[in-house]
């Protein structure tokens, strides 16, 4: 990985890491090795910093067992979970629509291909995450340019994803993933500042 990061200015490494963290944490339940690692986090004042603070204080109370049932609840449940975190979902209120088509269109375009081990639809928000962790990083070729970043994180996490990790945050089954939507809410807002003025 170290060749992939080379050349990478250190803010957005801890941008890519922040968008892996949140991939891993909503791909699927935590292991307890990563609930461990999220109970050894620390934040700062900002409202960041206080989402990262509750989801150490949570992670240290928490067990893989509840956590794994937390997030069957909220994701999948029986039938579907409580939220479901995709593009065409919350851009049009159905599953595998146009935010979907125009996504796979734009990975084909810079030489994403999808996973054949992951089931889910690619407009899933971990999904989401992981591909803009490796378009900062250089995981598919040359790390993209802060406009081409703009480009893919306008079209296809702006427009929702902020709203779906506010619903998280509120979600009434939201314990463990309650602090991971604030995080997700406060780093989206993040994002979106920075982008408008570095363009």
Not at 120 to 136: F, R
Not at 166 to 180: I, M, R
Request: proline share 3%.
């Amino acid at each position: 990985m170290a060749d992939v990061r080379e050349g990478v200015a250190e803010e957005d490494l801890l941008r890519a890491d922040l968008y892996s963290m949140l991939a891993n944490l909503l791909a699927r339940e935590p292991s307890q090795d990563m609930i461990d690692v999220a109970s050894r986090l620390s934040g700062d004042e900002s409202e960041l910093g206080q989402g990262i603070t509750a989801l150490a204080a949570v992670a240290k109370k928490s067990t893989a067992k509840a956590v794994e049932r937390e997030y069957n609840a909220l994701f999948i449940g029986l039938g579907r979970g409580e939220l479901l975190p995709y593009a065409s979902y919350y851009l049009t209120g159905f599953l595998n629509e146009k935010p979907l088509a125009r996504l796979r269109g734009h990975m084909s375009q810079l030489g994403i291909q999808r996973n054949d081990d992951v089931k889910e639809p690619e407009d899933h928000i971990a999904t989401l995450c992981e591909i803009m962790a490796g378009l900062i990083r250089g995981t598919y070729g040359d790390p993209l340019s802060v406009e081409d970043q703009h480009a893919f994180f306008n079209t296809h996490v702006a427009t929702w994803a902020g709203h779906f990790f506010t619903d998280l945050e509120a979600a009434e089954g939201s314990v463990f993933y309650a602090p991971v939507g604030k995080i997700g809410r406060a780093f989206m807002e993040i994002e979106i500042e920075a982008f408008r003025m570095e363009t």
